[in-house]
C-alpha cells in the first residue's frame, strides 16, 4: 500500500511534491521519492526512511523541473531497499513511474520481457510498467498508445502515474482498484491518491472511476475510458475539507487531534441525510437476512450495530469479521451486508464485498474516504465526513460510524415497528446534545486520564472487559492500547473471566471495566460481580464510574469518573476516554503515537 502523486505546472514543482508526500505519508513511510523532468531531461531520487529522512538525504527540494512525479512506500513486493523504493526507471530511463497497487501477473510479464534483454534493478511489481512502455513505445512510437497498450497487459490493482522524455509536457495517469484522483488549479494540475495530497493548493478536485486514464497538462486535461479510448466529461466536485483540517491544529500528534475532533466528526455523522439512512434501513426490511461486516477497529463497531439492531429494533444482525467473512458466511440473494471502512480500500473488506456481490447480496457501506474503491464498489454508500484521519489509528472515523449505524438501528426499529416515529426522532436530539458532552468530557476529564496513565505507565498485561454493548467497546479499547502502546491488552466479556481468564489474574494483572451506570442494574451488578472476582485474586481493578457511586470507588485502585451524562449513550463517552487512555499510555512510553509499528492506514493486502 502506497501514495502517489504527480504535478504538471508551470513553475518548479519539487517543493510542492514533497508536502504532497508528506501528506500522503500515512498511506504508507518506510520508503519513498522523486522523478523530475528538466530541459527535456528525468532525474530521480529515492531513498528507504520516512518522507523527512529521505528528504534530509535527497535533498529532494534542489531537484529542478515543473513536471513531476512522487512516491511513498509501504512494501509488499519485495523488501524494504533503495532498489524497491518508487520512482522506476524503464531500462532506456526514458520512462519514469509510481505506482500504487498490486500486479498480480507480474512474473509472467517481467519473463517476457527477460526474454527480450530487459534488465530489472528491484525485486518489485511495479518495474514490470516502465519496461512495458518502453517496449510497447517501440511499435507504437506514441506514448500513449504504448502506455495503453501496455495497461491492457496488466492484471490487478493499480493506480499509476507516468513521465516521460517522449511527451514531456504531460502526466498521464491510470487507476484500476486503487483510488486515484485530479486536481485542478489555474495553471497547474495535480494527480493523487487521496485529495489531502494537494488539499492546501486546491479544493476542486475529479474523482477517477476504474478504467479511466488521465493526460494532464498544466494547463489542461483529458480523461479518456480505457476500452473504447474515447475522451470523457467528468464532474469536478468541490471537497469541504480545508487546509487546517488537514493539519494538526496545535496539537501534539495526529491522533490526538482527532480525539479531539468528535464532537465535530459526531455533528457531521447527525448531517448526514436522513434519505441515505433511510435507504440503507430499507435494505434491512426487504432482504431476508442482514450481517454487519467489518475488520479490526471497523469489526467492533460492526459489533456494536449487532447490539444496537437488537435493542433498538428487535433484530437479530451478525457481525462478521472480514476477513472471515469469504469462507464462513453463505451469502445469497435475500441477504444484505452493510460494510465499515474509514479508508475505503482495506483489501479484506473488499473480498467480503466481492463474496458478497458475486452471491448476488445486497451491498451498503459506511466510508470515510470520497471515491475510495469500497464507496464505489457497494449498492449504496454513506460518506461519514469525518475528514481525513492522518493517525494511523483510527479514533474519530469509528465514534462516527457507531453513530450513523445507531441512526440506521434507529431508522429500522421504526420500519419494524419495534419503535415509535416519535421516540426515534426524540434520539436524533439528544445525540445532538451528546456532541457537547463530548467536548466536555475531552476538556475536563483529559487531566485526570492522564493522570492515571503515568500511575500505571509501568503496567505491561491489561484486560479489558464489559458487559453487553460495553463488550465491543472494551475489545475496542484493547485495540487501540495494543496498537498505539505495544502492551498486551486482551478484551474479553466480563462474564467470560471466571470460565478460565481468571487464572491469569494475580497482583501484577492490571484490569479496566467498562461498568455502566448503577440504574443499568443488570449489567451494573454482573460487571459487578466480576469485579469482585479479580479483587478476591489481589488482582488491579481500575473501572469507569459515576461520580456518586462511593460504593464502587471503595473496591477499586483506581477510577475513571464518568459524567453524569446519558445513560444510553455512556457506552461512547466510555470509547472516547478509553482512547484518550490509549494515548496518554503511549506519550508516557515515548513512542510513535501516529505511526505505531505494524500498522497501515489502510492495509490493501491479504
Ligand atoms: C485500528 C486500525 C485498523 C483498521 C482496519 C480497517 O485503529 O487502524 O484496525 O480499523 O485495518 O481499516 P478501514 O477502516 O480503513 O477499513
Redesign the pocket.
Known amino acids: 500500500m502506497c501514495g502517489i502523486s504527480a504535478i504538471a505546472s508551470h513553475k518548479p514543482v519539487a517543493a510542492k511534491l514533497l508536502t504532497a508526500l508528506q501528506n500522503l505519508e500515512y498511506r504508507g513511510y518506510d520508503s519513498c521519492g522523486m522523478a523530475l523532468l528538466h530541459e527535456g531531461q528525468l532525474s530521480l531520487r529515492k531513498n528507504v526512511g520516512a518522507v523527512d529522512e529521505v528528504d534530509a538525504l535527497e535533498k529532494f527540494r534542489k531537484m529542478e523541473g515543473s513536471l513531476g512525479i512522487a512516491h511513498t512506500r509501504w512494501a509488499t513486493h519485495g523488501g524494504v531497499t533503495k532498489e524497491n523504493s518508487h520512482p522506476h526507471y524503464s531500462n532506456d530511463k526514458k520512462f519514469v513511474i509510481v505506482h500504487n497497487g498490486i500486479l498480480s501477473n507480474y512474473q509472467q510479464i517481467q519473463r517476457d520481457l527477460k526474454s527480450k534483454g530487459y534488465r530489472f534493478l528491484s525485486e518489485t511489481d511495479t518495474e514490470v510498467f516502465s519496461n512495458l512502455v518502453q517496449e510497447e513505445y517501440k511499435q507504437a512510437e506514441n506514448v500513449e498508445t504504448a502506455f495503453c497498450n501496455a495497461i491492457d497487459k496488466l492484471q490487478g490493482s493499480y493506480a499509476i502515474a507516468m513521465i516521460t522524455t517522449h511527451q514531456p509536457d504531460t502526466i498521464f495517469a491510470v487507476k484500476k482498484d486503487s483510488p486515484l484522483v485530479l486536481g485542478i488549479n489555474d495553471g497547474v494540475n495535480y494527480v493523487s491518491s487521496d485529495i489531502n495530497a494537494f488539499i492546501a493548493e486546491t479544493r476542486d478536485t475529479i474523482i477517477l472511476d476504474d478504467m479511466e486514464y488521465l493526460l494532464v497538462k498544466n494547463d489542461n486535461y483529458v480523461i479518456k475510458n480505457l476500452l473504447t479510448r474515447k475522451e470523457k466529461s467528468k464532474q469536478v466536485i468541490t471537497v469541504q475539507w480545508d487546509r487546517q483540517t488537514a493539519q494538526m491544529g496545535g496539537f501534539s500528534h495526529y491522533m490526538l487531534k482527532e480525539i479531539f475532533d468528535q464532537p465535530q466528526t459526531v455533528r457531521n455523522a447527525l448531517h448526514v441525510p436522513n434519505e441515505q439512512i433511510q435507504t440503507i434501513a430499507g435494505k434491512f426490511i426487504e432482504k431476508e437476512q442482514s450481517f454487519c461486516v467489518?475488520?479490526?477497529?471497523?469489526?467492533y463497531v460492526a459489533m456494536v450495530g449487532t447490539y444496537l439492531f437488537s435493542k433498538y429494533a428487535n433484530l437479530y444482525v451478525p457481525s462478521i469479521s472480514?476477513d472471515e467473512f469469504p469462507t464462513l458466511i453463505p451469502v445469497n440473494k435475500d441477504n444484505h451486508v452493510l460494510f465499515?471502512?474509514?479508508?475505503?480500500?482495506?483489501y479484506?473488506?473488499r473480498m467480503a464485498i466481492r463474496k458478497a456481490r458475486n452471491c448476488g447480496a445486497a451491498t451498503s457501506a459506511v466510508?470515510?474516504?470520497v471515491g475510495s474503491s469500497?464507496s464505489q464498489e457497494v449498492d449504496d454508500c454513506i460518506f461519514q465526513g469525518s475528514g481525513p484521519e492522518i493517525c494511523?489509528?483510527?479514533?474519530k472515523?469509528?465514534v462516527s460510524q457507531i453513530i450513523i449505524l445507531w441512526r440506521i438501528a434507529l431508522e429500522v426499529g421504526v420500519l419494524r415497528n419495534h419503535l415509535s416515529r416519535k421516540d426515534a426522532d426524540a434520539f436524533q436530539g439528544r445525540f445532538f446534545k451528546f456532541s457537547e458532552t463530548i467536548g466536555q468530557v475531552l476538556n475536563e476529564e483529559s487531566g485526570f486520564i492522564r493522570d492515571l496513565a503515568s500511575k500505571t505507565s509501568r503496567v505491561r498485561n491489561w484486560l479489558f472487559m464489559g458487559k453487553g454493548i460495553y463488550y465491543p467497546i472494551a475489545l475496542e479499547s484493547a485495540?487501540?492500547m495494543k496498537?498505539v502502546t505495544y502492551l498486551h491488552a486482551e478484551g474479553l466479556p466480563a462474564g467470560f473471566l471466571k470460565h478460565g481468564t481468571l487464572a491469569m489474574v494475580d497482583e501484577e494483572m492490571y484490569s479496566l471495566f467498562f461498568l455502566p451506570y448503577k440504574d443499568d442494574s443488570d449489567l451494573y451488578n454482573s460487571t459487578l460481580m466480576s469485579i469482585e472476582e479479580v479483587k478476591a485474586r489481589n488482582g488491579k481493578v481500575v473501572a469507569f464510574c459515576a461520580e456518586d457511586d462511593d460504593e464502587i470507588k471503595k473496591l477499586l485502585d483506581f477510577g475513571l469518573i464518568i459524567p453524569k451524562t446519558d445513560p444510553e449513550l455512556t457506552p461512547l463517552i466510555q470509547l472516547i476516554m478509553a482512547q484518550l487512555f490509549s494515548y496518554y499510555s503511549a506519550l508516557n512510553l515515548g513512542l510513535n503515537i501516529d505511526k505505531p509499528r505494524n500498522?497501515?492506514?489502510?492495509?490493501t493486502v491479504g
Open positions: 467489518g475488520v479490526g477497529t471497523t469489526y472480514a465499515f471502512s474509514q479508508s475505503g480500500e482495506t479484506d473488506t466510508v470515510n474516504v469500497i494511523v489509528v483510527s479514533t472515523a469509528a485495540l487501540k496498537e500498522l497501515a492506514k489502510s492495509v
